[in-house]
């Protein structure tokens, strides 16, 4: 056991690394082994036993959804957090680890919570879909820490994260009969606010140390950009992806639509009004234009009409911008909460804003308006089994749980990944590929420390590929004009 | 109002670009308010007070469209864009900005004109493919003054373009009966002669000051790439993207990736064949290569068959890199016309021969090739209303009408755009995102102006992160040497 | 003939690359315009001949993956070359310049032997997957030659390669009986081997001249990361596309998912287990994480089960890292293969594995797992024709028919490409866009020849839009110590 504190304790990966990801996988094998099974849809014996017409598997309704949710997951968000200038292997890269773990792991904890048949989890298109969903949040608790954990504390949270998040889920979306399709309150305000307690335990009080690698250069916020669009196209797709079929998955799909563009707007314009001179900042709009999505997830299935949709995603913008520049730096000087990414401001706030709109648009549910669609959206009001206003108390008494949940996991969760075992980088080596990849020094070039060329032009032309030639020229120009010729 | 006409004439976006964003947001929420309503597949009470497959539903023959058309307009228009060195974030940012704004306003123009019930819009995911096509053509024109206008004058423009649009559609669509499901005079045709127009207005002579950065560097053309692919990729899914179902979108994919494939072929061939040397210009491939899309717009519906889509898109090729290699400089020159991003070789040359094959294949159309599905391409043919040379003709008077909208829009656009008040950038500081955006110095990498070591390899091994040691050693060497030492 | 010859030996493409595009493409016109037509679903007579669900047409079956096949072979393959430094323009450009060209060439080659109806080829989305498919066969050969091939070379061999790819697929698959959806066989192994014996023919002995450009930098990984992650996310697509309707397709998508979901976690695992310093290599996570999808590529149909798929991905990961590390080496140094991309790792072994694990699988077969579902994933199985034992047989038998067409068909295509007259670059040019590309020296920045400032922070603070002032103020301090002041 000591030999194995003193290999964790280390930041060198070498050993902790292999063995914690051979030891995750190979649990999960076992217990895939064990518990999980084909369901109706995916197994040949079962599909086969009755007649239906293909299209009646779920495949067909769902997989492409499915797949523009997995783009969000691994090239969403793995590229939104490239914008690090010296980190991109390790935001896209830990961000490609973490979720090819978690989405095991949730089917697991998912399947165990709300899939099991006969003591076995089944698994299909949807299961992989909630397993995104599941993912997603553990991706939304690594921004907050980006930078300063390594891939070991990083698994650990993911374990810790994905089984408290089933648990919450299956209480609101089972026991509560809440509606959240597109996750406002499971996926968005639990993952923002269960990262945001885990970096206010890792607080790092020098972290100034590593200061001037905490921000972007120029290519990086372009491969930031790549993540923004795909998760902002995609977000259509992934609050409808588990609605009901028909109407319920055409309409979400249009609402979130039409709060995202609203919410691009609101972005820029916000942006421009509060950032220096006029200009507009990168970090705005690589992420508070994503917030119209967050604020939809929830009534985004409800008929919350174009309209709704719209005003929802104007404010979600706004409330994101004012977050970036005026409440992070709050949060960080008071709170000591040193937030990378801002989660708070993307996730955190339009999470609890889309919460809220949920609980008030199914408040407002009316049979006039819903007809025998009713069923489908809130099916516990259809059947007169709880009142609109009923259902609109639920919606946000869920939101008090999963903010409870999210509190107090991410503290429980903090102190774990806190214990120095797990090879935490030191306050200089932070926002570094270079601990944890193998780089060349030539791939990292640090451009603060180049030259420039004093007659770049004229007298200098130095162009690669003829560095004879005109250095000689030059480098004799300039030593003759030192040695007074 | 003076007040204002100064906020605007400043280059300085602080007040002039908030402004205008949430004024044109706040218009677009009353009247998405007052005129737009769920069609009967979005709708909860309307789409269960009929029985029927949840498969009749037509999010599920279109919405995987929908997101590829998605994906063209905020990636491949967006990244294509980011060739210039300088001025990647406003390209993909403003790409952004304005598709943003522009699928809004495209949504209650197009039906206004095309999509009333009852006084009121309805919307689903034909009005979304719509709506995008609509901005797919603001943003061919904004390609043309790429780097040369400010995001005020590119909303502007896209009020205008997108009402002009949805007018011209409307005629050809509604009022003539032509078909253009892919858009080759609509979007194409349209969008590239009005941009054209609104460049020749904005006609800078002095535009030589900051020609320097009106080029790429090497990570830019390779963003450009990923633009260039996902417009090459999804093409196929736009132009069927809402034509009827079943043959009709299956064959009209499959025209267009044939066109492609083509068109491809013969774009690295002309590409060799002009550029300097034999070596590929690496504007040919990101452009020309799209044209056999383009070209195959309006035919590909039709039963053009594999063969004619493969002829149409090997000159389409052709003629695009004539078009860069031979034919823009001469219209910047003699016409005062500076596309930059050379949308006349893109969209204009290749639209107006989609529109020219288009009018020949329906021309040519016959019982005996089309059998019943001759309803769904050429119902007006079908149902004996007009012959197929009547149709042809048609076809061919769109294109007369869609350049004449084009022509005449885009020079009034143009004057409007000009006014001083929306804050132009001067000459020299075209295609520069730092007049917009917030980028530290060290973002903007000018490699013209780096040093090489003179002696990389021997005696100068600096390394980044070891600058200490090295560069001393290097330094002394040097100035001893200038010493005489 | 003389001419010919003498144009063809040069390494400039200006007629060459012309020539053989424009003649290729002319010769792909003509053989459409005499063999293909539109097939039952794309042909507006045939369609609309009998009454159908619009959804009967095979589209809505398969046009979602046939979209996802597509960006994994442009986008996929093409960024995943992108790692080299200073090969990024040749590796996306000439992936889709032989994807392009390859498409077509597969629909007739693959017509011809599986598609003939009454003298003609039928072509709809099915063909256009196949094409796909065949393509991506040649691309992977391509990684093997990367950076030490003309276009010309690549053209033809894909010419060759596509011919042998046909045949050997017709012999598995129609005259075998063999089961290879995914292409673990037909797709993998064969074009890795292929590509092998290619690159052994093409041994350079002084391959070192050019081994300073044979690497990647930062940026370059990070383009490479896009690549890499499109090939895992639709990778259930690839597996799934053309597999029958229903639970086949639902299945080899859930277990394709699992099997690279295991297979990221050994990956990681490895490369920090045997990578340098315990650093992980990006060149590991960028390859070995997708062997999953290719070990999954036979068995992936079949009742594998998640949990077999787990450990089938488990295992890949670990023997395509294990191949990076001590295989690749030994491969270059004992038999003269030189793989620039690996891809024996990546392809290679984990496609035999994946066809072993297809063949012990489908002689596991029972009608107790498959039921009336047998009929779909083994007709000759579930129609009496033969046991499962000998499907198994069959497989195992065709694994070796591939390995022997790969080799030999390899072998002759490489004395093929190796004659004097495709413009083969020189060894001192391998790996470097620029005798292929219009790049101006700017364009490729060489970091390894760049100055770093002396006193970064203190004494020389260099900005880019400054270098007025700063510089002569440094360079005279720097001049001025020379001189001795």
Partial sequence: VIYFVQIYANTNMRLKLPITCFILEIILIILFGVLVEYDEETDAKKWHHSNHSQYDNDFYYRYPSFQDVHVMIFIGFGFLMTFLQRYGFSSVGFNFLIAAFALQWATLMQGFFHGMHGGKIHVGV???????????????????????????????????????????????????????????MTIHTFGAYFGLMVTRVLYRPNLDKSKHKNSSVYHSDLFAMIGTLYLWMFWPSFNSAITAHGDDQHRTALNTYYSLAACTLSTYAMSALTAHDGKLDMVHIQNAALAGGVAAGTAGEMMLTPFGSMIVGFLAGIISVLGYKYLSPILESKLKIQDTCGIHNLHGMPGVMGAIVGAVTASLATI??????????????????????????????????????????????????????????????????????????????????????????????????????????????????????
């Avoid at 709880?386 to 996991?409: D, H, K, M, N």
């Fill in 368 to 485: 006039e308006i819903y007809g025998n669609g009713m069923e489908e959206v809130f099916p516990d009001v259809a059947d007169n089994k709880r009142t609109a206003s009923y259902q609109g108390a639920i919606q946000a008494i869920s939101l008090a749980v999963t903010l409870g949940f999210a509190l107090v996991g991410g503290l429980l969760v903090g102190f774990i990944m806190k214990l120095p075992i797990f090879g935490a980088p030191s306050d200089a080596s932070c926002f570094e590929d270079s601990i944890y990849w193998e780089v060349s020094s030539k791939k990292l070039l640090d451009t603060s420390k180049l030259c420039i060329c004093p007659q770049p032009k004229k007298h200098c032309n130095y162009t690669v590929g003829k560095s004879r030639g005109p250095v000689d020229h030059c480098e004799d120009r300039r030593v003759r004009k030192a040695r007074g010729d």
């Fill in 126 to 184: 949807e299961s992989m879909i909630n397993a995104d969903f599941c993912t997603g949040s553990v991706l939304i608790s690594f921004g907050a820490v980006l930078g300063k954990t390594s891939p070991v504390q990083l698994l650990v949270m993911a374990v810790f994260e994905v089984t408290l998040f089933a648990v919450n889920e299956f209480i609101l979306l089972s026991i509560l009969g809440t509606k959240d399709a597109g996750g406002s």
